[in-house]
Each structure stands twice: as C-alpha cells, then as structure tokens.
C-alpha cells in the first residue's frame, strides 16, 4: 500500500481509527448501491414502457449509474483513480455535497418510480424499493456528514483547536 498526502490507499475500514467516519463510509455504501438500483431502473425504463424521453432516461441511468459506482469504490476502497478523477468524493465536504446534490437531483424520479410503484401480483418490486431506500439514504448520509463536522468541531474546541 502507498500512502498519498497522508492517507493510506486500499480499505477503507482497515486503517480508519474514527468509528463515526466508519459509520458513514458504510452509509455511503449502502447509498451508492441504492442509487446504483435507481441509476438501472432508469436505464431500462425505455424497454419496459413507452416513454417519450428514451435517450434522457439512458443517459440520466447511465450517468446515475456512473457516479453511484465511484462513490461506492470510494466508499470502500481508496484508490489514486478516484482521487484524481473525482477528488471531491476524497473529502467529507466533497461527499456531503455529493449526496444532497444526488438526493435532489433523484427526487423527481421518486414521482415516476411511485406510480409504478406494484407490480402486477401486487408485491412491491425490490428494485424500485431499493432505489427509494437510496434517495432517502442520500439525505439521511448528508446529515449523518453535517451532524460529523459539528462532532469534529467540538472536537478541535475541546483539543485546544489546530487544523487538520
């Protein structure tokens, strides 16, 4: 493993002393998967109803897709990849950002996923039930992130202050 600007590369969870940061690395996992439900639901959405916008419900589950993948290996696995690439997902800020923005950008796809919300035996479908589980997880890992800063703040009042 090589160590990059003071972070160890590989699992997550491994080398992390801070059991609240475990805690949101494990949400954020959980939210990427959910997202990543979402991110398919929309992409084969065209094949399994008539829609009009075809190629924005490809491109937007394949986009959703895309980010929910990265933020997962992020959420697990560090790599140099994604830390070039997508450097914000690095960083408590950059990842609380990350999910409101994804929260709010995924909430007006609950409105079309909750209208087909059955299938025809009645049951709700897992996947859509999973994709609700990581729109509602993106806000909750938000908070769970401001609720850390507020945690790391005391912190640094009670240690006598220092950046980090």
């Not at 490809?58 to 790599?79: D, P, R, W």
């Not at 800020?93 to 025809?120: E, H, K």
Request: proline residues 2%; positive net charge.
């Amino acid at each position: 493993r090589a160590a990059m600007g003071g972070r160890q590369l590989g699992c997550r969870c491994k080398n992390e002393p801070d059991c609240f940061r475990k805690v949101l690395y494990c949400f954020g996992a959980v939210t990427s998967l959910g997202l990543f439900c979402l991110g398919l639901i929309m992409f084969t959405l065209p094949w399994s109803n008539d829609t009009e916008n075809t190629l924005a419900s490809i491109t937007q589950g394949l986009a959703i897709m895309m980010f929910s993948t990265i933020s997962f290996l992020e959420s697990v696995y560090v790599t140099n990849w994604v830390r070039d690439m997508f450097g914000f997902l690095t960083y408590t800020v950059g990842r609380c950002s990350y999910y409101i923005l994804m929260g709010f950008y995924s909430l007006p796809v609950l409105d079309g996923l909750q209208a087909g919300a059955t299938n025809n035996s009645g049951s709700v479908d897992i996947l859509k039930a999973l994709a609700w589980l990581g729109i509602i997880l993106c806000f909750v890992t938000a908070a769970l992130h401001v609720i850390y800063f507020v945690y790391r703040y005391i912190q640094k009042g009670r240690s006598g202050g220092g950046r980090q």
